[in-house]
């Protein structure tokens, strides 16, 4: 970066951090710590909670999710509106009229301490984990794009949102969050303007679509459906997004603290609630235009000679190796095979200009085999750099919209993209903390402890349970390295071993009123979790193959179907 980018970044952070501080004033109290003292509006909360879900591995991952693999991953979203409904007709009222600060407390009024000891537990686990991935996701690709090092990049990154997080409690993080979407989406806008803007003279907008729509990269729709019958290890296809989806999203905005603790802050019931609901209206086609970003910087390497892999510091570990001559030899196959991509979509997009179907037809064929065998080059450097003689990340989806943003857009936006990784992920990670805290505190710390302490001493010690999950995520972050996954599914699979079982807890307290023995919802949920586990291993192992978001409809209805077994036996014994 040059000196304009550097005074963008610094001069944004800094703005960022000053806005935290200046928000952070609230009652020295539980109350003000974790829910604003219960004063913010709905639009306030609608951003935060876009704010605690749209991380940096969104605004990294995403676009690059939908440069390799098109932008079916919107499917995934495709529950949440139905979600948002079920939530503010079922959840909401429920913890406003119980005046809960974590959504957990309410277990123990359905059913014991036990069961909300182990649903917070579960939380916990997920989301501090979770969490200490969204501190790296950002971390490694600055390290890997500016030979930073990744220590030091991972402390600056978790100790500066630690500061503002600390001082101001939920009420600093709704609002910072407030003006970090407004920066974040200023930046998205700007970057997909310039990438059209960057394409050659004759081709416009509706010119780039068809191009990566005939690559199949438009994908918005898919099915699943083989010759085989569905493919249940189909992550994202429209069945797997609305059934799956809807499980996840009811257990992410539903039982989640860190989303919980967003709504729980607003003012009144309705608040909450305009700010679900306008949630699920707004993501879908927010995450659309974010992938659409990524087919839109595929298109535009059509045009352009796109590097073999993406993420340099592997390339050169290749260099460095027994593959060096290898990836020289396959360099020069991809720039000859760059370069006739170039002179056929010219012709092609040349061809729909004309409405010339014919040309169109004898064009789209040789497009789709040089891609085809480009692909097939860059599998084989993704195979070197995954061997054992390397033993490098063979993934580079996380580093594709990065790379494009340092190599082509120009200065002071460069800047300012990167300012926005930071701030997407201190938004996510900011609220994560917070979350954090607000259960360490409620169900554990206030529940376990023997004595009564005042409230500005429970407001000093949240503060310390901020720092010190802070300080855990940190150190996860560390420890994290090559996920084999995109950042953005590595985070929702983790996730999904998580969150069905939480949820079908909730599902049992909510619909099951005949359910009142707390012991046969615990000893419910330790099946459900260890039935999510032992599917998950079954298809790591490759022995089954279902896709990761069904894990969540399986967890959910485990604990369900668990539940209802044990009261039987129980009763029958009676």
Request: with cysteine; aromatic share 14%; proline share 2%.
């Amino acid at each position: 970066m040059n000196q304009i980018d550097w005074i963008v970044l610094v001069l944004t952070l800094t703005g960022i951090i000053s806005y935290g501080l200046y928000k952070r004033k609230t009652s020295h109290n539980l109350d003000g710590y974790f829910r604003s003292d219960r004063t913010l509006p709905w639009g306030i909360v609608l951003l935060s909670i876009m704010g605690t879900q749209a991380s940096a591995i969104t605004f990294i991952s995403a676009p690059g999710q939908a440069y390799t693999d098109g932008m079916r991953f919107v499917q995934y979203y495709f529950g949440l509106p139905l979600a948002m409904i079920v939530i503010c007709i079922a959840f909401v009222p429920i913890f406003k009229r119980l005046n809960v600060y974590t959504a957990y407390e309410y277990l123990e009024n359905r059913f014991n301490g036990k069961t909300r000891s182990l649903t917070a537990f579960l939380f916990l686990l997920q989301r501090g984990l979770s969490t200490g991935i969204s501190v790296f996701a950002p971390s490694i690709i600055l390290s890997s794009l500016f030979n930073w090092n990744i220590y030091w990049t991972n402390i600056f990154m978790g100790g500066l949102l630690i500061i503002y997080t600390m001082s101001g409690g939920a009420k600093a993080v709704a609002h910072t969050q407030k003006l970090q979407l407004i920066i974040i989406f200023t930046g998205m806008f700007l970057s997909a303007f310039m990438v059209v803007n960057m394409l050659p003279e004759n081709i416009g907008f509706l010119d780039a679509l068809h191009v990566s729509g005939e690559l199949g990269k438009l994908n918005v729709i898919t099915t699943g459906i083989t010759e085989k019958g569905f493919n249940w290890s189909d992550s994202y296809n429209i069945f797997s997004g609305i059934i799956g989806g809807f499980f996840l999203a009811l257990s992410y905005f539903g039982t989640d603290q860190s989303q919980v603790g967003r709504y729980l802050t607003a003012r009144s019931l309705k608040e909450s609630r305009m700010g679900l609901l306008m949630n699920g209206l707004v993501k879908i086609p927010m995450q659309f235009a974010i992938l659409l970003i990524g087919a839109l910087v595929f298109t535009f390497y059509q045009f352009k000679s796109a590097p073999v892999f993406f993420n340099q510091r592997q390339l050169d570990k290749l260099e460095n190796s027994i593959y060096k001559d290898s990836l020289h030899q396959v360099q020069v196959q991809y720039d000859q095979l760059s370069g006739l991509k170039q002179q056929v979509v010219q012709a092609y997009s040349k061809a729909i200009q004309d409405d010339d179907t014919a040309a169109e037809s004898i064009h789209a064929a040789g497009l789709h085999a040089l891609q085809k065998s480009s692909d097939s080059l860059r599998s084989m450097v993704k195979k070197w750099i995954s061997s054992p003689e390397i033993g490098g990340d063979g993934n580079d989806t996380n580093y594709i919209f990065l790379r494009f943003v340092v190599d082509y857009l120009p200065q002071g936006l460069v800047g300012l993209l990167i300012a926005i990784i930071f701030l997407a992920s201190w938004g996510s990670i900011a609220a994560a903390l917070n979350s954090l805290a607000s259960s360490s505190m409620i169900d554990f710390h206030k529940r376990f402890t023997k004595d009564a302490d005042t409230p500005e001493k429970e407001y000093r010690l949240s503060k310390w349970y901020t720092l010190g999950w802070g300080i855990f995520c940190i150190v996860v972050a560390m420890f994290t390295y090559n996920v084999g996954n995109s950042l953005i599914e590595a985070v929702n699979i983790l996730g999904s071993l998580f969150y069905g079982v939480i949820l079908g807890v909730f599902l049992v307290a909510f619909f099951l009123k005949k359910i009142v023995n707390g012991n046969i919802v615990f000893i419910a949920a330790l099946l459900a979790e260890c039935l999510v586990l032992t599917v998950f291993a079954l298809t790591k192992s490759e022995i089954l193959e279902i896709g990761f978001l069904w894990l969540n409809p399986i967890g959910a209805f485990g604990v369900i179907g668990f539940s209802l077994l044990l009261h039987s036996i129980t009763k029958a014994r009676i």
